[in-house]
């Protein structure tokens, strides 16, 4: 049984009834849903805020967000990651049941909106590529989803100048390291379309594995 003035259980009917119906699925207990688009996914997050573990006594109004942005699955991770877009809305509610209700549908209402519009956004590779345009200021992750996405959309040139890009800065950590390395690896696969092509399909696979998501075909093919 759900404690009093705990919003959870409101935001997860107001997801089945509303997120569930698009084919987005629940994490575990979280409040966290994933809609499944192959080669990336959707990450739909009901972010309490650290208010929420004080005691009730004290509270008056708890403040929540809402998370939603797209997750390339071309970089091998066991998490998934806001690589494009983030924090939707940020609101309060009372500890009242109908605050939360109306609190939860609402939220579960604008995450169904921006899944319809993240996948109006990026139908294909192409589009995803003309999204991802980074400046000289954008962080190496930015600069490896633009090169990878380009890559992919037949953009050979574009791809390598933005692989290029990534290794102008050294490497101070070591998960840059391990990115560099990677991105020198497939870099030198762009020439060959089908040959990069697979080395991205098999990255997408292990990432979706890590991530628990199931086998399925990736739409690489179809891009």
Same mark, same amino acid.
């Given at each position: 049984?759900?404690?009093?003035?705990?919003?959870?259980? @409101?935001?997860?009917?107001?997801?089945?009834?509303?997120?569930?119906?698009?084919?987005? +699925? !629940?994490?575990?207990? %979280?409040? *966290?849903?994933?809609?499944?688009?192959?080669?990336?996914?959707?990450?739909?997050?009901?972010?309490?805020? $650290?208010?929420?573990?004080?005691?009730?006594?004290? !509270?008056?109004?708890?403040?929540?967000?809402?998370?939603?942005?797209?997750?390339?699955?071309? =970089?091998?991770?066991?998490?998934?990651?806001?690589? =494009? /877009?983030?924090?939707?809305? /940020?609101? %309060?509610?009372?500890?009242?049941?109908?605050?939360?209700?109306? *609190?939860?549908? @609402?939220?579960?209402?604008?995450?169904?909106?921006?899944?319809?519009? #993240?996948?109006?956004?990026?139908?294909?590779? /192409?589009?995803?590529?003309?999204?991802?345009?980074?400046?000289?200021?954008?962080?190496?992750?930015?600069? =490896? @989803?633009?090169?990878?996405?380009?890559? &992919?959309?037949?953009?050979?040139?574009?791809?390598?100048? =933005?692989?290029?890009?990534?290794?102008?800065?050294?490497?101070? @950590?070591?998960?840059?390291?391990?990115? #560099?390395?990677? %991105?020198?690896? #497939?870099?030198?696969?762009?020439?060959?379309?089908?040959?990069?092509? *697979?080395?991205?399909?098999?990255?997408?696979?292990? $990432?979706? +594995?890590? !991530?628990?998501?199931?086998?399925?075909?990736?739409?690489?093919? &179809?891009?």
């Amino acid at each position: 049984m759900a404690k009093a003035g705990d919003i959870a259980p @409101h935001l997860q009917r107001a997801a089945r009834a509303t997120l569930a119906p698009l084919g987005c +699925t !629940q994490v575990g207990r %979280s409040r *966290t849903w994933i809609a499944d688009q192959g080669f990336w996914t959707i990450i739909i997050e009901f972010q309490p805020s $650290s208010f929420a573990a004080l005691p009730n006594s004290i !509270q008056k109004d708890i403040p929540i967000h809402l998370n939603v942005g797209a997750n390339w699955l071309w =970089y091998p991770k066991a998490f998934p990651s806001f690589d =494009y /877009s983030h924090r939707v809305l /940020s609101t %309060s509610y009372g500890l009242d049941e109908p605050s939360m209700i109306e *609190t939860a549908n @609402h939220f579960a209402v604008r995450a169904a909106e921006q899944v319809a519009v #993240l996948r109006r956004t990026f139908p294909s590779i /192409s589009d995803i590529a003309r999204r991802l345009i980074p400046d000289e200021r954008a962080a190496r992750w930015g600069i =490896y @989803h633009a090169a990878i996405a380009n890559g &992919l959309a037949g953009n050979t040139f574009l791809a390598q100048q =933005y692989f290029d890009q990534l290794q102008e800065t050294p490497a101070a @950590h070591e998960w840059e390291h391990a990115l #560099l390395l990677r %991105s020198r690896a #497939l870099a030198a696969q762009l020439f060959s379309p089908a040959d990069f092509r *697979t080395a991205v399909t098999a990255i997408v696979m292990e $990432s979706r +594995t890590l !991530q628990n998501l199931p086998t399925r075909p990736t739409d690489l093919e &179809l891009a």
